[in-house]
């Protein structure tokens, strides 16, 4: 057996996103807090309007 042919790898740097894991997490739950906040002043806006009654 070759003793060379488990040789491994050199770890490379974390990325940007493992690196700032910490800052994305409180971003996207702030994110995801305003998009709800938003969406229930908006889903008036999407509703068809109410049809006209005629007698």
Known sequence: M?????VTKQ????SAFER???VW???CIG??????RI???TRGWFR???EEVTT
Not at 11 to 14: E, I, M, Y
């Open 2 to 6: 070759n003793a060379e042919a488990c």
């Open 39 to 41: 969406s229930l002043r």
């Open 31 to 36: 994110a995801g807090i305003l998009l709800g």
């Open 48 to 50: 068809p309007a109410p």
């Open 11 to 14: 770890p490379k740097g974390l």
């Open 25 to 27: 997490v409180p971003l």
């Open 20 to 22: 700032y894991l910490t």
